[in-house]
Antibody
Framework: QVQLVESGGGLVKPGGSLTLSCAAS???????????MSWMRQVPGKGLEWVAY????????YHADSVKGRFTISRDNAKNSLSLYMNSLRPEDTAVYYC???????????WGLGTTVTVSS | EIVMTQSPVTLSVSPGERATLSCRAS??????LAWYQQKPGQAPRLLIY???TRAAGIPARFGGSGSGTEFTLSISSLQSEDFAVYYC??????????FGQGTRVEIK
């Protein structure tokens, strides 16, 4: 079964940058390029917020207004990997970041375990 | 942007009792509505998609209903492992994909 594992979280100062990665595995018979992918985040104790989306080919991407111009989603289908480059980080970006597979018929059907980003001086 | 509103914020239920959670969309999302369960320290898990279809491995005590703007998640007989936070999400009109604020189901 499909598994997603995030990495790259950590402590960063306001204004700094960080790149998150999401490694996909367990999808024999398919290729990673068949997967539409998203990043979500969750401030501790709060709800879920969609952050970014990327189509399987990488040709269509969307970012939430709260991160537009600061975050960039990308993928490397040869490496079965999704990334989120985060720049000009703010304290309000502090959250657990999840990658998930999006299916048009199912919503976000597979989630990673999450990686924690803390923006603090 | 479609706003999703869940009620109640917290639901206190005794084990073995039925729980009913509501989700309302600010405009029609047809049946493109998913429910997720999240336990402390864990990632969300897909329970229901297409408003009423259980995801693989989800017990039959979980049921979803509704279409358009009004949706319900029912848990027929609460087990200890069902105490968690539940989120609804619409995936009909995007971006953005939007979630409700969550309903916490706690032990009464």
């Amino acid at each position: 079964q499909v598994q997603l594992v995030e990495s790259g979280g950590g402590l960063v100062k306001p204004g700094g940058s960080l790149t998150l990665s999401c490694a996909a595995s367990g999808f024999s018979g398919f290729s990673f390029s068949d997967f539409y992918m998203s990043w979500m985040r969750q401030v501790p104790g709060k709800g879920l917020e969609w952050v970014a989306y990327l189509s399987g080919s990488g040709g269509t991407k969307y970012h939430a207004d709260s991160v537009k111009g600061r975050f960039t989603i990308s993928r490397d289908n040869a490496k079965n990997s999704l990334s989120l480059y985060m720049n000009s980080l703010r304290p309000e970006d502090t959250a657990v970041y999840y990658c998930a597979r999006f299916r048009f018929t199912h919503g976000m059907d597979v989630w990673g375990l999450g990686t924690t980003v803390t923006v603090s001086s | 942007e479609i706003v999703m509103t869940q009620s109640p914020v917290t639901l206190s239920v005794s084990p073995g009792e039925r729980a009913t959670l509501s989700c309302r969309a600010s405009q029609s999302v047809s049946t493109s509505l998913a429910w997720y369960q999240q336990k402390p320290g864990q990632a969300p898990r897909l329970l229901i998609y297409d408003a009423s279809t259980r995801a693989a491995g989800i017990p039959a005590r979980f049921g979803g209903s509704g279409s358009g703007t009004e949706f319900t998640l029912s848990i027929s007989s609460l087990q200890s492992e069902d105490f968690a936070v539940y989120y609804c999400q619409q995936y009909n009109n995007w971006p953005p994909w939007t979630f409700g604020q969550g309903t916490r189901v706690e032990i009464k």
